[in-house]
Nanobody, 120 residues
């Protein structure tokens, strides 16, 4: 079994910053792609940023230049540094990890979600 635990969400004023973290634990052999998604009520979950095992990154257009995704493989953790936050960034943020388990099975796992609210 694999668990993803997220932290770092909260309430921030426009222009402020937050850093999200997501740590994986359990029967993990390796982690391939790691990413952050977000969802607002009534809309589909959308990709925010992703990073592969080699460190290559991909960002959704609305967050380019403001958000930075990174990972610490030793800690099995992915981060999302969010700067210059805007009200439209308000959403529940989910991390997703593509895990190869100790049984050599590749499975996508999701975190429980963390609320980010950008408001004055």
């Amino acid at each position: 079994q694999v668990q993803l635990v997220e932290s770092g969400g909260g309430l921030v004023q426009p222009g402020g910053s937050l850093r999200l973290s997501c740590t994986a634990s359990g029967r993990i052999f390796s982690i391939n792609d790691m990413g952050w998604y977000r969802q607002v009520p009534g809309k589909e979950r959308e990709l925010v940023a992703a990073i592969n095992s080699g460190g290559s990154t991909n960002y959704a257009y609305p967050v380019k230049g403001r958000f930075t995704i990174s990972r610490d493989n030793a800690k099995k953790t992915v981060y999302l540094q969010m700067n210059s936050l805007k009200p439209e960034d308000t959403a529940v943020y989910y991390c997703k990890c593509s895990v190869v388990t100790s049984l050599a099975v590749r499975v996508n796992y999701w975190g429980q979600g963390t609320q980010v609210t950008v408001s004055s």
